[in-house]
């Protein structure tokens, strides 16, 4: 799993940089903006953060029970920026 994890973690990281060199400051904010415009668009929002509402759910229920609340209140906190990274680093850090 921190194997997983980890591959997670540099995915988000290689893709958002890419990315980034592609379309940096302004224009990335548009297109993310413009995929509202989209039908799917609207499906794929309501898609994410339904798995990080999921994910969320899992690092206070495993905080509840290993007493990492700290660590899961700014993993989740983090998630609408860095999406799953967030919760992969919470996986590789919870004690």
Known sequence: MR????????????VSFWAWRALPGRQAADQFAGIWRLPWGKQFFVDFFGLETILALWMFSDASATGGWVLAVVCTAAMPIF????AALYWLLRG
């Not at 194997?3 to 990281?13: D, E, R, S, T």
């Open 83 to 86: 999406g799953a990274a967030a």
């Open 3 to 14: 194997i997983i994890a980890l591959v997670v973690i540099a995915a988000w990281a290689g």
